[in-house]
């Protein structure tokens, strides 16, 4: 069944049926679940049921997999490597593999110091106790191996959890969906703050989503990542106007045109995501709806705090003022429906 965690001390709740309530076994909390999404709820169940007891280990094929896209690639000492795959795409300045237990990134020999950045830039993360390092490392990538290729691309795989897809993938979202979204974004930049760095890429093409748990995990776009005040090595195209300085200098390595590395380009680039998850291309769009909460669009439209924390401290008054206590809302899609909104994309060089 799905997994509610509990808000006060981080135990599992059970779902009372016909109470519209989840409560903690160990230490009484409650919460509530809506009413309207009762339903919702136990179909959520039934469908992610299979999906979160399935066991990690290698086993016989089973489902959809077996019709998996399949590609062979030979590593450097000869060996050869078949990826089964359902999605395939392009990622900034690499081609990404999403297969069943990893998440592949395939960059051009030409592209090596950004596979270099990935691997270095993951790496280096710390926290700040180890209570915080088993909770927040999950959505961190961790790497299973990097090798050359016979044409001199580089093969970078990190793990994959079960049940986590491209965000990309669900395309459209209500509200409530993006706010838990934007909850989860905020709680990763202040990570990345404490480590002074920047992703340069939070962007829905780079992140990826545990519907059934309500997590985000920061998978890709490290290739862009650097230190606060260092100077840019390049961006997300989504996220190129929230640097500062235009496009101009980006990919190209000339002293003096590149921009800053500064933590607040990846909260802007929280609010152009939620943007985009609801629906709209631009702020500007955005501008013309009547049906979100305003504390809600005056976030996404205002310009971000100074700090992580105080723009995450902010944020939980604009849920509080949008939607009042907190509530789990089921986001109900079986693996079948999400992989079925994408297809392969034409593998083109070029970054």
Request: charged content about 30%; proline content about 5%; glycine content about 8%.
């Amino acid at each position: 069944m799905a997994i509610l965690k509990c808000k006060m001390c981080g135990g599992t709740l059970e779902y009372l049926s016909g109470q519209n309530l989840a409560v903690c076994p160990y230490c009484g909390s409650k919460s509530t679940v809506f009413d309207q999404d009762q339903k919702l709820f136990e179909q959520f169940q039934n469908q992610f049921a299979v999906l979160l007891n399935q066991s990690p280990k290698p086993g016989p094929e089973e489902g959809f997999w077996v019709e998996a896209n399949r590609e062979e690639l030979v590593r450097e000492d000869g060996e050869k490597i078949e990826i089964k795959y359902l999605a395939k795409r392009r990622a900034d300045m690499c081609t990404m593999y999403v297969a069943r237990y990893s998440i592949i990134y395939l960059f051009e020999e030409r592209h090596r110091e950004y596979a270099e950045r990935y691997r270095e830039m993951i790496q280096k993360i710390k926290y700040p106790n180890q209570e915080m390092e088993k909770e927040l490392s999950k959505y961190i990538p961790e790497l299973l191996t990097e090798y050359r290729l016979t044409d001199g691309r580089i093969f970078v795989a990190v793990r994959k959890r079960e049940g986590v897809y491209p965000l990309q993938m669900l395309g459209i979202l209500l509200d409530r969906h993006v706010a838990w979204i934007i909850s989860r974004l905020e709680n990763l930049c202040c990570l990345l703050d404490y480590n002074d760095m920047v992703l340069n890429a939070l962007t829905p093409e780079n992140l990826f989503v545990d519907p059934a748990n309500h997590q985000i995990y920061l998978y890709g776009g490290w290739w862009f990542a650097g230190y606060q005040g260092a100077k840019a090595s390049g961006a997300s195209e989504a996220v190129i106007p929230c640097l500062g300085a235009g496009r101009m200098g980006l990919g190209k390595h000339v002293a003096g045109q590149m921009p800053r590395n500064r933590i607040r380009t990846d909260l802007e680039s929280i609010r152009l995501t939620g943007i985009k998850l609801l629906g709209y291309a631009d702020r500007e769009a955005l501008k013309q709806d009547t049906l979100l909460p305003k504390p809600f669009r005056d976030f996404l439209l205002d310009r971000p705090e100074h700090t992580p924390k105080a723009d995450f401290a902010r944020w939980d008054r604009v849920l509080l003022s949008s939607y009042g206590e907190r509530k789990f809302i089921p986001l109900a899609m079986t693996e079948e429906e999400i992989y079925s909104r994408t297809c392969e994309e034409n593998d083109s060089s070029g970054g």
